[in-house]
Every structure is written in C-alpha cells, then in structure tokens.
C-alpha cells in the first residue's frame, strides 16, 4: 500500500530537434524513412489487447507517391465494434479503480517511449503516411504528442487536489469519477498528436475508449496504440477499431453505455454525431458528453501600421505549412490598400522560392495534401476562382495527381470580401485576400467577423499596440485562440490552450483542465460525525 500524495511538477514542452543534415537525429530518421518505404504492413484491429484480423481489407498508400502501398489494414464490421464496446465496458471496472497515479504513470511512460526510442518511427510513419515534412512530423508526431501526455499527467493532478472544504462535525470528499460506460473517439487525419490525446485525455480520467482512427492516418496511428500497449496500457482500455465511420458511429450510437464522444475532424461529421446523439436519447443510461473541435476559416487582419515582411512571412507559413491541412491554418487575408503593393511583393517573393515535393527531399517546404478526394475537392475551388470575375489568381493555382496529390499554394485576390473562398472552410493550400481601404477599417473589422460560421483562430497585426488591442476585444467572439503579431498556427501544449467556438466546436481546450473536467462525473461525499438523534429542531423544543 502506499498512501502518499504525490506532486507532479509542471513539464516543461518537448524541445523540437533540428535534423541538419548529418546529425545523429536525421541519421537515425532517414533510416527509419527507407526501412518503411521498403516494407508492406498489416495492420489489425486491436479489441481487449488482442489483434483482430477481419479479413475485409483496404490499402494505406503515400499521398506523395499513391503507387506505393505502405500498408494493408483490417475494417471492422458491426461485430468487431460490438465487441470492442464490451472489450471497453469490461475494462472500465478495473482501469477506473487504478490509483491515477499508475495511469499517469503509463502516460509518462508513452511520452518517453515516443521521445526516445520510437521517434524516428513516429516521425518516419507520419511524414510518409500523412504526407508531412521532417519539421512538421517532428513538432505534431513527437513533440505535441508528448506534450499532451505530460500535461494532461500534471494536470490531472491539479484537478485531483481540488477539495470542498469540511465544516465543524463533518467531512467532505470529492471523488472524481470517470464516466459511467464507454467513450467514442473520432480522430482527424492531419494530426498524429490529436489522435494520441482523443483517447489518452479520458483514459488519463479513468475512462475506457473505443476508437476509431483515419482510415488516411492509419500508419502512424496503429504504431501509437503499439506504443500505448508497450507502456502498460491494459487490454480494453483503447480499443483500436478502423473501418467506415458511418457504419462505426451508428453502431456506437445505438449503445446504451455511450457516456461520451471526443471527436476532431470536420463540422459536418461532428453535425452527424451529435444528430445521432439526439435521436438515440431515450436510450442512454446518461447524458453523453460531446465535446468536438471542428472546423476553421482563420484570418489575419492587418492594420496600416503593421511590417509588410512579417505580414507576408506569417501569412505564408500560417496558409502553406502541411499544404494548409491544419484546422488553424490561415485561409483569408486583410491587407490596407496602403501597405497592399509591399505585401504582395513580399508574398510573391516567398512563393517563388519555397519548393513542393516528395518529404524524403528535405528541402521541400510543401508536400502533397491527403488524398484524391481532398485533392479534388481543393482545385474544384481554383477552379471556381479561375472563372470567377471578382477574383484573380496571384500564385499557384495548378495542381497534378498523377504521382502525388501536390497543389500548388494558390494565392487568390478577390474584390468580394464575401467571395465563396473568404467564407468556406477549403482545408488545402488556399489563401484569398481582400484589399480594404484604410478609412474602412472599422465595416471590414465587422465584416470579417461574420463572414464565416466558424471561430477556431484569428491574428492581427499592428505596430499600434493600441489599435491591435482594440482590434482583439472587437473580433472577442471571431477565433477562440487569437494571436497579435504572430501566425495563428502552431498552438504549443500547456502554453496556448487551443480550440474554437461558434462552428468550430465545443471548445474544450485540448490539453489542459478545461478538457480533462468533461471526463469526469465527480461524487460529492459527505460523513457526518455527530448523525442527529431528534427529528425536531431546536426552536421547536420551546
Ligand atoms: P472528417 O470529419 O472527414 O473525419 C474525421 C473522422 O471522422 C475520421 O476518422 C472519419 O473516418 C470519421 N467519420 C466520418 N464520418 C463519420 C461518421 N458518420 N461517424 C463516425 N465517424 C465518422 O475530418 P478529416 O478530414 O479527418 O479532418 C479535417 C477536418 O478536421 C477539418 O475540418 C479540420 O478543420 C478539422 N480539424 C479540427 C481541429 C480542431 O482542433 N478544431 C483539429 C484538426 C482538424
């Protein structure tokens, strides 16, 4: 028995390798890149701990170079993930009883694993299945994925020391109880770290998970729940269950014991479950919890006082990094007329000399988007902004799947602050820029803060520190992380809580405690110490 009470100290963020050329890092990766490149995995469910081979097959394939299979994988049917839901509900007992701190410890454990010996894998399986750079794995694959393990540790731990007080002749306890029965989690392909927290967020809390990974992430996926199980994960307490997320979600939906879902994907998707939520709630033993980060359409907003580099340079990054396939990535651009011809040129300048590829080429700063549905979907809006006569296009605009999903980073200026591409969310390597006039600023400040539905990230900039104040408490409700001077890309675990409202989602805040309280379901206990003996009170005794 031991019945100390821990402290966990406050971690501090995985540092982000370099990977020059020739360092023990690069070396270590660009072996593990052609060792995957060289060989063809199967990939089974895993129900209770046990790999589960379904026989109904589907490829994983490289966005860069589709004629490469890197992967076959199992689908589940309605059998597979009933089991998996009773694989989860048998597990709930046990995982739910283990001191927290032995579940934060198998946290702990993972983030080491990934940190140390697994990195180069993680990163080799994410850049070659998602289509990412060297970079771009490195800071989602390894570095947030750890950061979400570590954190969500520490700050489980904070949620746990908080205690109600306990007044003269009583004690008062609060036990934080996981929720009672099983949670759904719905992964996104574009990040590998999101994948990892959808599951070990309510796991960390004490709960059980049946999980249902992108069928287009699914190489870096499968080697996560590998290195869950290798931390001690408990057989049942993730269940790893690809397959169709219709035919999934309807048969989790119709459970009794779902308590909860963690998506992250598109708005639509999460639209359906919540849709299917509400049709089967007569059913449920309690309310599911539904908590979903969904979709972006994230601005800059540039006042007249702002540098036309740093302007240019974070808009580029913010839009292009991983081929615009980030929910935060930037997708429209408000630019003073005064300062419009100095952007331009600065963006023009930057789109000239980033280059687009293969990721084994590091050099590469663009490489090609998920897949041939996304790649369609992408061009059909350049196409639109071709023959479209409020619009020109600036950069870009081409694309060619014949090896690879490449697009080109497509650069759109419109005369249409409401043009299709300043309101939808396109999630490809698309910026559309408006020009406003200066004395406007105050109409395009309202204008950008209802052109979309959604309100995931926002920046401005200004070298007016008052303005850009002004400008943040005027655009409150447009972006639930909002950045002055700076990209609204790259949320830091434990440093910029991220998630947005409106459209984009619950707005949970994945990765602190704002997240971690909506897998819990505490008890208040009270013991009295003197139980009373009279059923009469005093005033009644006269
Ligand atoms: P998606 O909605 O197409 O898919 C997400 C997941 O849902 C996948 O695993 C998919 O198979 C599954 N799914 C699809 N239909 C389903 C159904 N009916 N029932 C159950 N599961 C179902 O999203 P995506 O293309 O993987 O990701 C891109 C989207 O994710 C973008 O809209 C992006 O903005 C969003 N995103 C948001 C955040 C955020 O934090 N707000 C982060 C990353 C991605």
């Given at each position: 028995m031991n019945n100390a009470i821990y402290n966990f100290p406050v971690p501090t963020n995985e540092a982000v390798l370099e990977y020059r050329n020739g360092s023990p890092e690069r070396i270590a990766l660009e072996k593990e890149l052609q060792r995957q490149s060289e060989s063809c995995i199967e990939i089974p469910l895993i129900i209770g701990g046990k790999e589960i081979k379904t026989g109904s097959i589907s490829e994983v394939r490289m966005p860069h170079n589709h004629q490469h299979l890197l992967a076959i994988y199992h689908k589940a049917t309605e059998k597979e993930v009933e089991m998996a839901i009773s694989a989860a509900l048998d597990a709930h007992r046990s995982w739910a009883d283990l001191s927290w701190t032995v579940r934060a410890s198998i946290l702990l454990k993972a983030a080491e694993l990934i940190g140390g010996k697994y990195r180069a894998l993680m990163n080799a399986a994410t850049m070659l299945g998602?289509?990412?750079n060297i970079f771009q794995a490195e800071i989602d694959s390894v570095c947030e994925t750890i950061d979400f393990l570590k954190f969500n540790a520490y700050f489980a731990s904070k949620i746990y020391e908080m205690q109600p007080r306990s007044a003269f002749n009583q004690l008062n306890k609060m036990e934080f109880r996981p929720l009672e029965g099983f949670v759904f989690t719905v992964s996104p392909f574009n990040f590998t770290s999101i994948a990892s927290n959808l599951n070990m967020a309510p796991v960390m809390m004490g709960n059980t998970t049946v999980w249902k990974p992108a069928t287009t992430s699914l190489l870096s996926n499968y080697y996560l729940m590998k290195i869950f199980q290798e931390a001690g994960l408990p057989e049942g307490v993730i269940n790893f269950v690809p397959g169709s997320g219709a035919m999934i979600g309807k048969t989790v939906m119709a459970s009794p014991d779902l308590a909860g879902i963690h998506f992250t994907g598109s708005n639509a998707t999460f639209n359906q479950l919540w849709g299917g939520v509400s049709a089967n709630?007569?059913?449920?033993?309690s309310y599911p919890r539904l908590i979903g980060e969904t979709g972006g359409k994230n601005f800059i907003f540039v006042h007249p006082s702002a540098s036309a580099k740093e302007v240019a340079v974070n808009a580029y990054r913010g839009a292009f990094?991983?081929?615009?396939?980030?929910?935060?990535?930037?997708s429209r651009l408000y630019v003073p007329e005064t300062l419009w011809q100095d952007v331009k040129s600065e963006l023009l300048a930057v789109s000239t000399d980033a280059r687009m590829g293969d990721v084994n080429d590091a050099g590469n700063f663009i490489n090609a988007v998920i897949d041939e549905a996304s790649f369609d979907n992408i061009m059909s809006y350049i196409h639109y902004a071709e023959k479209a006569q409020d619009a020109e296009i600036i950069a870009g605009g081409r694309g060619d799947k014949s090896k690879g999903y490449f697009v080109q980073p497509t650069i759109i200026v419109t005369t249409n602050p409401r043009f299709k591409t300043m309101e939808e969310e396109i999630f490809g390597p698309v910026l559309t820029i408006f020009v406003y006039p200066d004395a406007e600023m105050n109409q395009m400040l309202e204008i950008c803060n209802t052109t979309s539905p959604y309100g995931l990230t926002g920046a401005v900039f200004a070298q007016d520190r008052v303005a850009a104040s002004q400008m943040c408490e005027y655009l409150r409700y447009a972006a639930g992380n909002f950045y002055i001077n700076d990209k609204p890309t790259g949320a830091i675990v434990g440093l910029q809580p991220f998630g947005g409202s409106r459209a984009s989602g619950t707005n949970d805040k994945a990765g602190g405690e704002f997240n971690l309280i909506r897998w819990i379901s505490p008890r208040t206990i009270k013991e009295t110490f003197q139980p009373a003996t009279d059923y009469r009170y005093s005033y009644m005794m006269e």
């Open positions: 998602q289509s990412k709630l007569g059913n449920y033993k990094e991983f081929q615009g396939q980030k929910c935060s990535a930037v």
